[in-house]
């Protein structure tokens, strides 16, 4: 008898601290919204407690009470054992049916609350993302099954750990719990092996009054395959796929920091502008692919010729640049750099082998130094250029190094630059028009405007001849608002004749940007037409979008609030992550022509062009390629999900009678372009 009442005490105490600790558990699992467990979990202790004084009482009463004692023994075991699924028995008339009572509503609640606390561990378990529930100081105190997975720790080892502890060192140095406790950033974690993680983490305070349950909670989701994918359109964005040099930009911004680097250290840096001659000949005779090889074997030639301190650019076409650093400034450096040239030309009259034929080609090499001839990238690299030009006159497969006389091409400039001021007042200025296709549909839903100099003697002088001679005076304020002023009344135009033109954009230059009564400008321009914000979209470059972060959100985000529509424009050239660019209110991505120009034969920009497709829908933008030419880019882009296209394939930019019978045609007829979107299996490729 006493064995028995001792079996179920015993076991009723270890029912009580089983119930306490796995309500108190659930209550933690359920994160502090279910304050009713930790009554719940006292009121069972209380209750046991009780239990034991019923028991004593019943013991008096002989064997029915042993039996119940027995029974209830094994209801305590297996409830203490987590077995809540079995009612316990309740066959005593007297004695101990008060305990047997309490302890089935304590069984049946238990396992109320086990199931909540189960199904809510389920979920969380369930969860691709790593999630970890923290003290107010950081300290871990739950992480689900990603997060074990993620770092290869068990869930144990986990808890006491401080969140920080699971960054990488320099993370770490740069994490600040307050603010990542109310935030998302990017970050890096280091796993149990020491690889590292690129996580984007969100931080969010769990809200309760009950000081046991406040804390933090975090969700770290693993970005590895986005940040590969960033990089890789970095890469492509940066080097040439063709020869896989630096491109014309890498090999500026490379340029430039060298250029700092000399001045500074009071070093020269010499610049080889190299030209083929008559490479339209090769590419005419032997065809584009041809061409195309000729690059690359040259690039490789001159990689091998390059002495250790040169860096080797392919800047367009059959041009190249080289620039070679650490150079000293008292001496004259022409003679080495003229041997260098030397035998850099050496190199290019090696025969190349075209369709098993042998044909020797020669180039031009343009030398300017820095500080001699010029201290910046853009006058350095047009010095050299000028000095190239010489060589070429000179019979081409020479070298010249430059001489202020040679810059002529400066002079045009500003020749053209005077007149550029005259342009506005002789109305010389023209706006065209690019229709934009919807892929969808095949229907036009806008066009952008973009701007021709009609010079008399020199027919339309295109906008990247004369857009950055208006910007290095104020002349490209009083050309944009003029621009502003010309969409707007062709707007009306549009309208009043009954064309529906859909959104008509226009191109931003960073300058305009800048001004300080930009919007002042804009809101009364399009008050004096009568038009709406709504109507228009202004594209401003990657380059521009992140000259000045701050003021420029600060500014975007006042022109979106007007209604205007906000698009990247030549995405992909600029130096921008997507995650910087998420924070402008942008609705429209533009994809560099150059990136669509070769999709069909370049696997590398295939995957750039799908990526940033993929990307800017996921963030929920309109996606539009420049520069479609042909069927088959087309399909590519239809296949891939982009949502618009603009390009030669539906005809050269336009005069704005000409957009309005396009417009008037599509109200009529239906969409004009739906025949493009239907061709014809097996249908060639047809540029337009
Ligand atoms: P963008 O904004 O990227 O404009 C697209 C350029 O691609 C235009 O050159 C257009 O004529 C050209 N294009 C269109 N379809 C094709 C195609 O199928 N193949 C090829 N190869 N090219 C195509 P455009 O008109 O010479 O303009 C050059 C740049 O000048 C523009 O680039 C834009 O950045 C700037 N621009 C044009 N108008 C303005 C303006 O009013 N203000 C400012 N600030 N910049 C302007
Ligand atoms: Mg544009
Ligand atoms: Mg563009």
């Not at 239990?51 to 042993?66: E, L, M």
Request: with cysteine; charged share 20%.
């Amino acid at each position: 008898m006493s064995r028995a009442l001792k079996n179920l005490s015993s076991a009723l105490w270890a029912f009580a601290a089983t119930f306490a600790a796995a309500a108190l558990s659930a209550s933690v699992a359920l994160w502090g919204h279910w304050p009713g467990i930790v009554p719940v979990a006292l009121g069972g202790a209380v209750a046991a407690g009780g239990g034991v004084i019923v028991a004593v009482r019943a013991w008096r009463s002989g064997r029915t009470v042993q039996q119940a004692a027995e029974s209830l023994t094994r209801s305590a075991q297996r409830i203490g054992q987590g077995d809540y699924a079995r009612p316990v028995e309740t066959y005593s008339q007297d004695g101990l049916a008060e305990l047997e009572q309490a302890m089935e509503r304590m069984r049946a609640r238990l396992r109320q609350s086990t199931i909540n606390k189960d199904y809510l561990r389920s979920v969380l378990n369930s969860m691709a993302d790593a999630v970890f529930l923290t003290s107010p100081d950081g300290v871990i105190k739950s992480a689900n099954a990603a997060a074990c997975k993620m770092l290869g720790f068990g869930e144990e080892e986990l808890l006491g750990r401080g969140i920080a502890s699971l960054l990488e060192e320099h993370a770490r140095a740069d994490f600040d719990l307050l603010q990542a406790a109310q935030d998302t950033r990017e970050t890096v974690i280091r796993t149990r092996d020491g690889q590292t993680i690129p996580v984007s983490l969100a931080g969010s305070r769990i809200e309760t009054d009950d000081p046991q349950f406040q804390g933090n909670i975090f969700v770290a989701r693993n970005i590895t395959d986005r940040k590969r994918a960033e990089r890789r359109i970095r890469y492509l964005a940066r080097y040439d796929t063709l020869t896989k040099v630096a491109n014309r930009m890498q090999f500026q911004h490379v340029l430039q920091q060298t250029l700092s680097r000399g001045l500074r250290s009071g070093h020269a840096v010499a610049l080889l502008y190299l030209d083929m001659d008559r490479f339209k000949e090769v590419n005419d005779t032997f065809g584009h692919d041809t061409g195309d090889r000729v690059l690359e074997v040259l690039a490789e030639r001159l990689t091998r010729a390059l002495p250790p301190n040169a860096i080797l650019g392919r800047l367009a076409g059959d041009e190249f640049a080289l620039c070679l650093h650490g150079l000293p400034a008292e001496t004259d450096n022409r003679v080495p750099i003229g041997q260098l040239a030397r035998a850099i030309l050496n190199e290019v009259a090696r025969a190349f082998q075209l369709n098993q034929q042998e044909v020797f080609l020669t180039a031009s090499v343009g030398i300017a130094f820095c500080p001699r001839d010029a201290e910046n990238v853009i006058d350095l690299i047009r010095n050299a250029d000028a000095a190239m030009y010489h060589a070429k006159q000179n019979g081409g497969n020479t070298f010249a190094f430059y001489a202020p006389e040679m810059n002529a091409a400066a002079v045009e400039r500003l020749i053209l630059k005077s007149k550029l001021r005259r342009a506005l007042e002789r109305d010389e200025l023209v706006i065209r028009y690019q229709p934009k296709v919807e892929l969808a549909s095949g229907r036009v839903v806008g066009a952008e405007a973009l701007l021709r100099w009609r010079l008399p003697g020199h027919g339309d002088i295109p906008p990247s001849r004369f857009i950055p001679l208006a910007e290095e005076t104020n002349l490209i304020l009083d050309i944009g608002e003029w621009v502003l002023n010309r969409v707007c009344m062709d707007y009306r135009q549009l309208k009043g004749a009954g064309g529906e033109p859909g959104r008509i954009s226009l191109n931003l230059s960073l300058r305009q940007l800048r001004q300080a009564s930009f919007i002042l400008r804009c809101r009364s321009v399009f008050r004096r037409h009568g038009v709406s914000p709504t109507a228009l979209e202004l594209e401003i470059t990657e380059t521009t979008l992140m000259a000045d972060t701050k003021n420029t959100l600060r500014l975007l985000e006042e022109l979106y609030a007007m209604g205007l529509h906000l698009s990247i424009d030549d995405f992909g050239t600029g130096y921008s992550s997507l995650s910087a660019l998420q924070q402008f209110p942008i609705g429209t991505l533009k994809i560099d022509q150059s990136f669509v120009r070769d999709v069909g034969v370049n696997t590398g920009n295939a995957t750039l062009v799908r990526t940033i497709i993929e990307m800017g829908r996921s963030l929920g933008m309109v996606v539009v390629a420049e520069g479609v030419e042909s069927q088959s880019q087309l399909d590519f882009l239809r296949r891939n999900g982009c949502t618009q296209v603009q390009g030669r394939l539906f005809g050269e930019p336009c005069a704005i009678e000409e957009l309005l019978a396009l417009l008037q045609r599509q109200s009529s007829s239906g969409a004009p372009f739906s025949h493009l979107l239907h061709p014809a299996p097996g249908a060639l490729d047809q540029p337009a």
